[in-house]
């Protein structure tokens, strides 16, 4: 079989067995990773990409972000995050409001009822977390930090070289 890569730091035997280990060991933690996120989201009544803009939100609120500000911090597209919103707000978790000084834009901002319901998953998630990511002591979590913004960028240039081809 023809290997799968070809940049010798991804073959450190000459051959992509190891990549191809790397690969699918990462596709199992995503897995996990994504079935945690619907675990969260389910106790408080959201679908996964729901809970993760509220909890993104939440997190992000003082800096009082709009929608294009939500999405790039997320790496998703701004008619994503609308979508998701609307939905947030009908559930009454989340609230919109012009913004202050630009009228194209709006302020988004958690609601006492969404706090609520972030609150109550506060008791379940740090264990959960902690297991999640047992394996981390400090430096590994510092370098994995740092190399997950490089790789996601990566992400976007391997799916521009997919999308490029498809269009051939």
Known sequence: MAATVTRPALMP??????????????????????????????RIGLPGAAYTLLI??????????????LAAHLHVSTAF??????RLQ???FVQKRPHPSDGRRVVLSVTP???????????VQAPVNDALFAALDADDFRRLATLLPRMVADGDAALALIEREDAA
């Open 113 to 123: 009822a969404g706090r609520a319901a972030l609150a109550r998953l506060a008791p």
């Open 13 to 42: 035997d000459g051959t992509d067995r190891e990549f191809r280990v790397f690969v699918h060991e990462l596709l199992a933690f995503a897995d996990r990773l994504t079935s945690v996120r619907a675990g969260f989201a389910a």
């Open 81 to 86: 995050v609308t979508t998701e919103m609307a």
């Open 56 to 69: 993104a939100l939440a997190r992000l609120e003082a800096e009082a972000p709009g929608i294009a500000a």
């Open 90 to 92: 009908r559930l009454g």
